[in-house]
């Protein structure tokens, strides 16, 4: 069984920066697909950004320039590294795994972007 730990969040001014991170235990961790996803309130849940075991990502259009998401291998873990950031950025987010056709997620930490 996977299981997904992320921190990081908390309240931010407009403008500023937060590194989010996610421990994954339970699995080879350099075999996988790991994402980042938010949910605003009232809104669906998006995609914000991939990388992949051979270290290919994709982002969102809404957080391209501002947002980068990387991995450590030896640490098992995935970062979220979020600059310049925005009151629309506002949300919870979540580490998700993917490996195998099976696909896990943590219980998400929450960014508020706010002055």
């Known amino acids: 069984q996977v299981q997904l730990v992320e921190s990081g969040g908390g309240l931010v001014q407009p403008g500023g920066s937060l590194r989010l991170s996610c421990v994954a235990s339970?699995?080879?961790?350099?075999?996988?697909?790991m994402g980042w996803y938010r949910r605003a309130p009232g809104k669906l849940r998006e995609r914000v950004a991939v990388i992949t075991s051979d270290y290919f990502t994709d982002y969102a259009d809404s957080v391209k320039g501002r947002f980068t998401i990387s991995r450590d291998n030896a640490k098992n873990t995935v970062y979220l590294q979020m600059n310049s950031l925005k009151p629309e950025d506002t949300a919870a987010y979540y580490c998700k795994y993917t490996a195998q056709g099976m696909a896990y997620w943590g219980k998400g930490t929450l960014v508020t972007v706010s002055s």
């Open positions: 339970g699995s080879d961790f350099s075999i996988n697909t």
